[in-house]
């Protein structure tokens, strides 16, 4: 699932609503975290009867398991399920009356009692009852389109108990069979294809599906309303597929026909993928739908891929982010066919391999079949903001226990995404991508259908490449352990040679807290300088002193310590050495010019470098021709202008600086996009005006937003707004210049318009305007607005993520988050409460400030699942913020 894009779905943990039974006490043997193996689903039968215009569904599931042991009774998952009958039949047909009891409600826990003590046999287990349509995106959910309902699933990663009882844990994988009751005039939709329809009672129809794979409950999908179903090309056979697949486009009523494009782009990743993993899609068909309303950036449910809708309804001029987004996201979700969907983690602790592995998997997809969108670069930046979290001392391992519901839902982060695809990374390029390749293509086949676990991963590798212990454990130091090796490098002559000293800790920045006596298995490879340009050197550094030898090299050398950016670790060198590094920028691949980057920062964050020598050391960056490296410096820049300029020349220097490193270039490209421009510039173009317009306030640049924006606004002859009045790459910060210009009346305009609004894009734009309001009584206006139902759940933390800036910003929002607090977490349900604490408090920098978020939350966290993870991050972020700015002379800016 691709998180990156999941909005504000916060967690409350509501108590089950089952009238079949009350909650009575737990039995002895009650599970606290895996449910007990020694009753063992073998299929489902899942039926459904869902209108969506209503607000309950009804169902009955039918599961087939085998008791290996005498019991009374099994445990399963249920939650907020009004069970009406439960009946058992055992091995040799006889039927016995089951009772429903929810043991852990808030948990889902559930017991069915048997009637009685039973030998170990097969069993059939039918369990009858209705259920609300969820309406915080989790399970079987509601949803509207221009007032026309919807009613689809989320299931992961456990929210399948929300809409039917079963074991709905990853290790519990069967095939389903589902029948779906609807209304006659409605389209229905699930993983597999459809095999027969038949009229039902009085304007209902039932649709049924073909057998699935088998699946886990969270891959289980399905949706009910007025659909468009657009074909798209069909994927042809292949080598490694015998038949053609289909394929088609989901999207809300009158949507469909934006579907083309993505359409058009699936069968090269599908091909691409097979290509790498020599087996062929594995599912009967492929639907891509477009969900109005969603939790998360997209779901890769087998042959019924969910996605938000703004990644796959475009248009001609839709702005570059959406498209390259698109794409993007679609190979991420494609490649889960593969890692995730017929390959599946055994339990939580491993979600990596889902999720890292797709994200690493998309990058060489994009790389392969569209270059110019520098996958590769995107790989370097992930990783380095997954080292940016991963420098806590709260952060969590990639394969982190599990100890809990908010353990598995809080482990959808940078984490588990984009460092585990760094580390993926690293270890591909120390072993060769032949030899990785051909240690995947070996773990597919030899895990196909079933459950993997990270040792099966690694010993699939290690066969491959012909490794022993030291690689196996050098990898799992990577997954067992939290944080960030910091490799530090000393040049040296020794016997007439040149070698590289080297030692490793763990990074860590001005006051932390942490212990940085760590070790790492680091594949450290370096390129330095020669007498006829440069090599590259690599070293499994698995102690905490090594020695690398460099042929070639000459006493004036310069060493760039993570060749190519493709390690997972941060590196420091003697200041000479860094300012020498420094003046060789243009003879570093791109990837090692971002590397440079976060080595500067990575200083600044420790306190080893002040302000100034930060932004002169930053400087030679700003002048590259590749987006990603021209604007790596941005992140530190912002920091130090929002945090340590306290005076107008101190502002005054830092404005001259933005200026002269990003205005040249935003005029060179001009505030439209040009017919044929490549989409970098399209994104370079929205990235400078945002920073230079609304981060910088630069009176030039927010002149010509501004006129845009005004545009905007004048709106069309029918009183609706001219979106197309400004550039579609630039909308969203147009308007937010108009906001702050404007105030009132655009404010007034922009709520105006929201609801009448149903394009995502257009939607996305007027909220990223609204969350500009820098009027405290706009911005409070805006605040309010994130709670009223004109605004979708999953929308809310679009408007609630501004005013961050300054302490009078982050004042208010804590201030209106406190008072609406039990209004929050009411609406947006029981999801990703690990981010509620970062949305009350987050871009806080006062011991102040973390000390009212603890305080706020000693009594309410463990409510709020995930939220005591998300509460200890951010209250060490705010703390780390705070020293390193009392530790910094604000003075050094301006030298």
Same mark, same amino acid.
Not at 262 to 288: H, Q
Not at 522 to 550: F, I, N, W
Not at 658 to 679: C, H, M, N, V
Not at 716 to 721: P, T
């Given at each position: ?668 490209? +001009?505030?439209?996009?040009?017919? #044929?421009? *490549? $989409? @970098?510039?399209?994104?370079?173009? %929205?990235?400078?005006? /945002?920073? &230079? !317009? ?14 845009? +924006?005004?545009?905007?606004?004048? #709106?069309? *002859? $029918? @009183?609706?707004?001219?979106?197309? %009045?400004?550039?579609? /790459?630039? &909308? !969203? ?36 305007? &609204? ?125």
């Amino acid at each position: 699932m691709r998180r990156f894009v999941r909005p504000l779905v916060l967690s409350v943990l509501a108590a089950s609503c089952g009238a079949a039974l009350a909650a009575t006490p737990a039995a002895s043997d009650q599970p606290q975290g895996k449910l007990p193996r020694w009753a063992m689903p073998e299929s489902y039968q899942l039926a459904f009867k869902v209108d969506p215009k209503q607000q309950d569904f009804s169902g009955t599931t039918v599961i087939k398991l085998k008791l290996e042991q005498a019991s009374d009774h099994i445990w399963m998952h249920g939650r907020e399920l009004k069970v009406s009958k439960v009946t058992i039949t055992d091995a040799k047909g006889k039927t016995h009356a089951g009772k429903y009891v929810e043991a852990a409600p808030k948990e889902g826990v559930v017991r069915i009692d048997l009637g009685g003590t039973m030998q170990p046999q097969e069993l059939t287990v039918a369990i009858e009852y209705a259920a609300p349509l969820n309406q915080q995106l989790q399970g079987l959910y509601k949803v509207s389109h221009e007032g026309q309902p919807y009613a689809m699933t989320q299931m992961e990663p456990i929210s399948a108990r929300f809409a039917f009882p079963g074991f709905d844990e990853p290790s519990f994988k069967t095939p389903f069979d589902l029948k779906l009751t609807i209304p006659a005039d409605e389209v229905g939709i699930a993983n597999t294809k459809q095999v027969k329809e038949e009229k039902a009672a009085a304007g209902w129809k039932t649709l049924t599906f073909a057998t699935t794979q088998p699946l886990p409950t969270y891959l289980v999908a399905f949706g009910v309303g007025p659909w468009d179903v657009v074909n798209g090309p069909t994927i042809p056979a292949s080598e490694y597929r015998k038949q053609s697949t289909d394929l088609r486009g989901i999207a809300a009523k009158g949507e469909g026909h934006r579907m083309q494009h993505v359409l058009g782009e699936t069968p090269s990743i599908i091909k691409a993928l097979e290509d790498y993993y020599g087996f062929g899609y594995p599912f009967d068909k492929l639907d891509l739908l477009a969900a109005p309303d969603f939790s998360a950036g997209a779901m890769e449910n087998p042959g019924l891929v969910t996605f938000r809708d703004w990644l796959l309804l475009l248009d001609k001029d839709s702005a570059a982010q959406y498209v390259r987004g698109s794409f993007n996201v679609t190979a991420h979700e494609l490649a889960h066919q593969w890692t995730g969907d017929t390959v599946t983690m055994g339990w939580w602790d491993d979600l990596w391999l889902n999720e890292a592995f797709a994200t690493w998997m998309q990058q060489k997809v994009t790389q392969k079949v569209h270059p110019e969108y520098r996958a590769d670069l995107d790989r370097v930046r992930g990783a380095q903001g997954a080292m940016n979290g991963d420098s806590l001392v709260t952060t969590r391992k990639i394969r982190q226990p599990i100890t809990g519901n908010g353990d598995i839902e809080t482990a959808f982060d940078g984490i588990t995404y984009q460092k585990g695809a760094a580390v993926l990374g690293m270890f591909e390029g120390y072993v060769s991508e032949p030899v990785f390749q051909k240690g995947m293509r070996a773990y597919i086949q030899d895990h196909k259908f079933g459950n993997a676990t990270a040792e099966d991963l690694i010993d699939s590798i290690a066969k491959a490449a012909d490794k022993g212990e030291d690689f196996k454990n050098a990898f799992k130091s990577f997954l067992n352990q939290p944080g960030v090796p910091y490799v530090q490098t000393r040049l040296a002559q020794e016997g007439g040679k040149t070698v590289l000293h080297l030692s490793q800790s763990r990074y860590l920045p001005l006051g932390s807290t942490g212990d940085a006596n760590h070790l790492w298995g680091v594949p450290v490879c370096v390129r330095y300088a020669t007498a006829d340009g440069s090599k590259v050197a690599c070293e499994l550094l698995d102690k905490a002193q090594g020695t690398m030898a460099l042929p070639g090299a000459t006493a004036q050398t310069w060493v760039m310590p993570n060749a190519n950016g493709s390690g997972y670790y941060r590196f420091s060198m003697d200041k000479s050495d860094l300012a020498n590094l420094g003046k060789q920028i243009g003879k570093l691949a791109d990837a090692e010019q971002l590397a440079y980057g976060d080595a500067v920062n990575a200083a600044f964050r420790r306190g080893d470098i002040d302000a100034g020598s930060a932004l002169a050391a930053l400087k030679p960056l700003t002048a590259s021709k590749v987006r990603e490296v021209s604007t790596a410096p941005m992140n530190t820049f912002g920091w130090i202008y929002d945090q340590l300029a306290t005076t107008d020349a101190q502002r005054a220097k830092l404005v001259a600086w933005a200026k002269s490193s990003y205005l040249p270039e935003l005029q060179r490209l +001009g505030y439209q996009r040009k017919d #044929g421009e *490549a $989409d @970098g510039d399209s994104l370079q173009r %929205a990235t400078l005006a /945002n920073f &230079l !317009g609304l981060d910088v306030k630069l009176p030039e640049v927010r002149a010509e937003l501004l006129k845009q +924006g005004d545009a905007v606004l004048k #709106g069309k *002859a $029918d @009183g609706s707004l001219d979106f197309a %009045a400004a550039d579609s /790459n630039l &909308l !969203g910060s147009a308007l937010g210049v108009a906001v702050q210009e404007h105030g009132k009346s655009a404010v007034d305009a922009l709520i105006a318009q929201l609801p009448k609004t149903s394009d995502p894009a257009q939607r996305n734009a007027i909220l990223a305007g &609204l969350s500009e309001a820098s009027d405290a009584a706009q911005a409070e206006r805006v605040r309010d607005l994130s709670l009223d139902k004109s605004v979708k759940v999953g929308e809310m933390a679009a408007l609630l993520r501004g005013n961050r800036d300054t302490q009078a910003g982050r004042d208010a929002v804590w201030k209106w988050s406190v008072a609406n607090y039990d209004k929050i977490v009411a609406r947006t349900g029981s999801f990703a409460g690990g981010r509620l604490p970062g949305l009350m408090g987050g871009g806080g920098c006062s011991k102040a400030e973390a000390d009212r978020l603890q305080e706020f939350f000693k009594t309410r966290a463990k409510e709020v699942t995930g939220a005591e993870r998300g509460l200890a991050q951010n209250t060490e972020a705010t703390l780390l913020c705070s020293a390193l700015k009392g530790k910094q002379d604000p003075a050094a800016i301006l030298r």
